[in-house]
């Protein structure tokens, strides 16, 4: 078996790769955000996702495929467990902190940027 499960912070997690690292996961999925969550991290950072990012937040509140990530909202941060990269860090703070348009819209690790409309 591949060890995957469902863990106590509502991760999925699929192919377990221990030889990468012990907690470490082929896939990590993190349970979606509601649509007051959503709506919340709009106003709270002025920030407007893009509506077909929105459909994915409610249903993959981030995750880890691989070597790529794409963002979640991450309500309190912790070091206490794993969380999903930040929307908030990316889109607030690392967009600012590079010269690039500030109309994109940053929403994996890799060159993935969308245009806002």
């Not at 907690?23 to 349970?31: D, H, S, T, V």
């Not at 690039?100 to 060159?111: P, Y």
Request: aromatic share 16%; hydrophobic share 45%; with cysteine.
């Amino acid at each position: 078996m591949n060890g995957s499960n469902v863990d106590d912070k509502e991760r999925l997690n699929i192919l377990h790769r221990p030889w990468v690292a012990p907690f470490n996961w082929g896939l990590m999925i993190y349970k979606g955000a509601s649509k007051e969550v959503i709506c919340g991290f709009q106003y709270e950072n002025e920030i407007i996702i893009p509506a077909f990012y929105k459909e994915f937040l409610e249903i993959i509140n981030g995750c880890f495929l691989y070597d790529m990530s794409l963002f979640g909202i991450i309500e309190s941060f912790t070091r206490s467990f794993l969380q999903c990269h930040s929307l908030q860090t990316a889109n607030v703070y690392w967009k600012n902190s590079f010269k690039v348009d500030k109309t994109f819209f940053i929403l994996a690790d890799l060159l993935i940027v969308m245009k806002k409309m």
